[in-house]
């Protein structure tokens, strides 16, 4: 299903719209625009789309904030949701976020959920697994909950991204408490790693340590709502909302402290200096920043041959930014960044497909489509 208004509309923005620059933290020379993308709008109405999952015959779950998951099927969206959903915290940013299949899901069928959920009026985020029989999801598990519960509704993350078949990391953010970001005791501005059946690796880099929590893999985070393996080195890269400027990407370094609030490149909304410090000894420097924030959403690097000039760069969404961003790497220093779609929408979720093909999710409007490179001119 194609909507030629829409492409039409988005192509203009991609052709005559985008901007390339250089990084703040380069000095070569900006790399040649590419040539041009058109879109296929493939659903339009969506409600707060977090985020979506390629199942193997062909459908694609779509998972909406308000506590919805959708099915995309045969070039449409299906009115009925999803039943058996755990129970979801709908509550400011918080609410249904991440939805992905177990790397064994042919085999396993488990579907894993990152959520708010509550108990009374305070809650965090939680990671459950099911499976999908028909219309409804069936053999429920939480796998985890995090701590502190807390009333605000903020900063609740979340990402989930497999390690291999038998562990997957996820990030909750700070909950609007900034301190307990440098506190081992509590999983507030973390990235989490466990088994894939919610036990805790017996590597984990604060098993056995007192006082810490043995599930935390990273701290010294803010908010992270993007993650992705590297196609190359298999790291685990991040980008994490930082308050009025310095929103980050991070390479994640098991135990590592990534400085959050001692250490930022951003001020508070109010213009108070929340810290001096840009980085501090013992602590890991994103590998580069935004100043003023874009407000990041959604992440993915590209490895299909359908975008050639793309291979292997970082697509990263923004919300307030609404844009997206193509960011091209050189021995992990930002060589080259480019403004796709900007103005258009804020930009929640980023994927490549199955089928090599790039697919968003938007909000304000809840749109999704898939950006179609153009043939060359023979």
């Known amino acids: 299903m194609k909507f030629i208004y829409n492409s039409f509309i988005l192509s203009i923005f991609l052709l005559f719209g985008c901007s390339g620059n250089q990084s703040m933290q380069s000095q070569n020379s900006p790399i040649e625009a590419t040539h041009s993308i058109t879109t296929e709008v493939l659903a339009e109405g969506l409600e707060n789309p977090w985020s979506m999952a390629f199942l193997p015959d062909g459908r694609i779950l779509i998972a909406e904030r308000p506590g919805r998951l959708r099915i ?65 999801l069936v053999d429920l598990e ?19 991204v497999f390690e291999d078949k038998n562990t997957f990391y996820f990030p909750i953010g700070d909950r609007g408490e900034m301190n307990n970001a440098q506190k081992l005791d509590n999983n507030n501005g973390k990235v989490m790693r466990l088994r894939d059946d919610g036990s805790i690796p017996e590597d984990n880099p604060f098993m056995g340590v007192e006082g810490a929590r043995p599930e935390i893999w990273t701290y010294g985070h803010r908010n992270i709502q993007g993650m992705s393996k590297h196609p190359l080195t298999g790291e685990l890269w991040t980008h994490e909302h930082g308050p009025k400027g310095g929103d980050e990407v991070n390479i994640e370094q098991k135990g590592a402290n990534y400085g959050w609030p001692l250490a930022s490149f951003g001020i508070n909304y109010n213009n108070e200096i929340i810290t001096n410090d840009t980085s501090l000894s013992g602590m890991i420097d994103p590998i580069h920043y ?10 993915a690097f590209v490895t299909s041959d359908k975008y050639p000039n793309w291979k292997n760069n970082l697509l990263v969404g923004a919300l307030a930014g609404q844009q997206i961003q193509r960011l091209v790497f050189n021995n992990n220093k930002v060589v080259y960044t480019e403004k796709l779609l900007k103005g258009f929408a804020r930009f929640r979720d980023i994927r490549q497909g199955p089928d090599g093909y790039i697919y968003v999710l938007t909000e304000g409007p809840g749109l999704f489509f898939r950006l179609m490179p153009e043939k060359e001119d023979e």
């Not at 935004?290 to 992440?299: D, E, F, K, L, R």
């Open 290 to 299: 935004w100043v003023p924030s874009i407000a990041p959403c959604g992440m």
């Open 142 to 160: 939480e796998l985890f909950r995090g701590s502190p519960l807390t009333d605000l509704s903020y900063h609740f993350g979340c990402r989930i």
């Open 72 to 136: 995309w099927q045969q070039g449409k969206l299906l009115d009925e949701s999803i039943s058996g959903l755990p129970q979801i915290w709908e509550n400011g940013q918080g609410g249904l976020l991440d939805v992905v299949l177990h790397p064994d899901f042919e085999n396993n069928g488990w579907i894993y959920l990152a959520y708010a959920t509550h108990e009374g009026d305070k809650g965090n985020t939680a990671i459950s697994r099911a499976r999908l029989q028909g219309n409804q």
